[in-house]
Each structure stands twice: as C-alpha cells, then as structure tokens.
C-alpha cells in the first residue's frame, strides 16, 4: 500500500541504522526513499539535533501539477516525479509543503510543491559532489 502524502511529509532516502538510532517509524515510498510515519519536519528536525546532526531546509521549492481528481496514485506519480527532478542535487530528504487543488474552466487539476531537506553531521552544507559521494 502506497504512503498517505499530506502537507508536512518527510521522505528520507534509505540509510541505514538512522531511522533505528532516532527512533524514527518508516514505510518504502519510491525507490530507495521512505516516508516517515507521524513526524513532522519540526520534530524530526528536534530528535536530529538532539543526535548531535543537522536537517538543512533548501529554499528552492519543488512543484509538479497534474490534471484530473486528486487520488493516491496520482500522489504516487507526482512525488516519483519530483524525486526525480531533485534527483542531481544529492540531498537525502524531501518535504512535501503544499498540495493544492484547483480547477480552471472547470478542469480539476492539483500542483504539489515540495522543498528539498539534507541530514549530514557538519553544519555547513556538503558540496554536491561530497553530498554524491556520502
């Protein structure tokens, strides 16, 4: 069964022992990405810190839009496509920050925005390519 996506969702790449060191619950989304289950980015971001890491917040923001009735499926597609863009930037997070619904001439469409996120231990954000190489 696919993720339920809502505004406020976090998906962590596969990483191992790091859901288990913060106690975090996660489900398989897409590929080698998880959802975390009942955690918002404020207190994942808490019991990161509380590790001795950091959770960076990229400002760049992240939208896809697809036509027709929201639905899990299309949900499923829209994330898969966002990952997808992220994808060359090398972050290990993502979360999803908007999922509108509107419609325009009667034509019901939804946008879903997300904003790329980086758990690593240093302060200052890896370049891409060490973010590639860790």
């Not at 069964?1 to 990483?15: A, C, S």
């Not at 890491?53 to 496509?81: C, D, P, S």
Request: with cysteine; hydrophobic share 45%.
């Amino acid at each position: 069964m696919p993720p339920t996506f809502r505004v406020g969702t976090i998906l962590i790449k596969e990483w191992p022992g790091m859901t288990q060191r913060l106690g975090l619950e996660s489900e398989p989304c897409s590929g080698n990405w998880n959802s975390i289950k009942v955690i918002d980015g404020f207190a994942l971001e808490s019991k990161i810190h509380a590790a001795g890491w950091n959770f960076f917040f990229m400002a760049a923001e992240v939208k896809v839009m697809f036509f027709g009735a929201l639905g899990a499926k299309k949900m499923q597609n829209a994330v898969e496509r966002i990952l997808s863009k992220v994808k060359q930037q090398h972050f290990n997070g993502l979360e999803l920050t908007g999922i509108v619904a509107r419609h325009f001439l009667g034509v019901p469409y939804t946008t879903v925005s997300a904003h790329s996120r980086h758990v690593q231990q240093s302060c200052n954000l890896d370049s891409a390519e060490a973010r590639a190489m860790s």
